[in-house]
């Protein structure tokens, strides 16, 4: 079971330069989500999606941008690159229960990206 | 709003030993959820354990507990008999009743087992 993967693992970007995290989960998990993580900090949120079509804002989500067509995948989009998004990206997938509290988050192993 | 406060940047323990590892919490909502999470140095989060906000009994996973005291906002991680793959980074994380589809996380605290 694959669980959350994430391509690519490390990329190094130009300023101005855009590309694509992508994120896929095979749970069949709803909720899927984008953090950021700075280094010695936590997670912030970027964007999280609780369905296919549907999508909406975290914490920082100036400078990125979603989708999500499908239940499995939840790609990323950086437009134009600056150094303050150099970090490592995480994406993470959990199910929804009927209190909605108890459900935990699985992660993908990361993305760790450098904006020169 | 929701936040979550890990004070404690830095412990060390001796192999074997426990500790403990520090969360504060601060929300309005009415029920809510807290998890604790391990971050080893090569990256990936681990889900450890898991608090919901009504539950009688603190919750403990294999070596893993979680002391929960409600009326003072704490939800303190505590690791038995440490080992050296111990050595990680952790974070405390809340999801809210009125916030259900987001975790909000702490800063984490690195813990360092040594012989």
């Known amino acids: 079971n694959a669980g959350v993967t994430q391509t690519p693992k490390f990329r190094i970007l130009k300023i101005g330069q855009s590309m694509t995290l992508q994120c896929a989960q095979d749970m069949n998990h709803n909720y899927m989500y984008w953090y950021r993580q700075d280094p010695g900090m936590g997670l912030k949120l970027i964007y999280y999606?609780?369905?296919?079509?549907?999508?909406d804002k975290g914490e920082v989500p100036n400078g990125y941008n979603v989708s999500r067509s499908t239940t499995e995948d939840f790609p990323l989009r950086l437009e134009l690159a600056a150094p303050s998004q150099t970090s490592v990206y995480f994406c993470?997938?959990?199910?929804?229960?009927?209190?909605?509290?108890?459900?935990?988050?699985?992660f993908g192993p990361g993305t760790r990206l450098l904006v020169l | 709003a929701q936040k979550i406060t890990q004070t404690q940047p830095g412990m060390f323990v001796q192999e074997k030993e426990a500790v403990t590892l520090d969360c504060t919490y601060d929300?309005?909502?009415?029920?809510?959820?807290l998890f604790w999470y391990k971050q080893p140095s090569s990256g990936e989060m681990i889900f450890l354990i898991y608090q919901g906000s009504y539950d009688q009994q603190n919750a403990t996973e294999g070596r893993y507990s979680l002391n929960f005291q409600k009326a003072r906002k704490s939800a303190n991680l505590v690791i038995s008999a440490s080992q050296l793959g111990d050595s990680a980074m952790y974070f405390c994380a809340m999801r809210g009743t009125y916030n259900t589809d987001k975790l909000i996380f702490g800063t984490g605290t690195r813990l360092q087992v040594f012989p």
């Open positions: 929300t309005s909502d009415p029920s809510y959820g």
């Open positions: 993470a997938s959990s199910s929804v229960t009927l209190t909605g509290l108890g459900e935990t988050q699985y």
């Open positions: 999606s609780v369905g296919a079509g549907i999508t």
